[in-house]
T-cell receptor
């Protein structure tokens, strides 16, 4: 089984930088993914990490430490449209193959 | 950019009725999934499907649920006798491969309301 923890809510200012943390426990780690979800819409892929370190993708970066069971998503130059839920999801090797399990999400509010 | 498409976008059904949710995965993808999200809660895994077989299913995916790939393009989720607690957003997803480097692409979802 898995346990994925991330903060429920965060608030940040337009133009600032925000870091959303995620900790996880899993027996068959096979990748960590970050998704963005606006209310009533589908999750959309942002970033992923398989190996330790930082992956940068424009305004979004994600970091992984497998030994610590820890990841963060860094959002730079925040815009109002970045107000959304950010979902940490862990891919786990199971008897049936791979399974992607989501955390509860962090609701980010970007203010002026 | 290739998309996963789902129909209908909204469905209202009476308790006890059967519903079929439809999905067209991305054409070169081989792995298919259904997830659901009850309002205000997290996205939950229901089932994964590969090579015309269920690969894995969650505790939620009981005998009331079934999946099928009736032809080369559609992937369906059937709920035989809907309950009030089945009201949720249902997302279909697909993936090109299963390795660590492959993420899932999600469809826009079907909002199912059971009354």
């Amino acid at each position: 089984g898995q346990n994925i923890d991330q903060p429920t809510e965060m608030t940040a200012t337009e133009g600032a930088i925000v870091q959303i943390n995620c900790t996880y426990q899993t027996s068959g780690f096979n990748g960590l993914f970050w998704y963005q979800q606006h209310a009533g819409e589908a999750p959309t892929f942002l970033s992923y990490n398989v190996l330790d370190g930082l992956e940068e993708k424009g305004r979004f970066s994600s970091f992984l430490s497998r030994s610590k069971g820890y990841s963060y998503l860094l959002l730079k130059e925040l815009q109002m449209k970045d107000s959304a839920s950010y979902l940490c999801a862990v891919k786990e090797l199971t008897g049936g193959g791979n399974k992607l399990t989501f955390g509860t999400g962090t609701q980010l509010k970007v203010e002026l | 950019e290739p998309e996963v498409t789902q129909t209908p976008s909204h469905q209202v059904t009476q308790m006890g009725q059967e519903v079929i949710l439809r999905c067209v995965p991305i054409s070169n993808h081989l792995y298919f999934y259904w997830y659901r999200q009850i309002l205000g809660q997290k996205v939950e895994f229901l089932v994964s499907f590969y090579n015309n077989e269920i690969s894995e299913k969650s505790e939620i995916f009981d005998d009331q649920f079934s999946v099928e790939r009736p032809d080369g393009s559609n992937f369906t989720l059937k709920i035989r006798s809907t309950k009030l607690e089945d009201s949720a957003m249902y997302f279909c997803a697909s993936s090109e491969a299963e390795g660590a480097w492959y993420g899932y692409t999600f469809g826009s979802g079907t909002r199912l309301t059971v009354v």
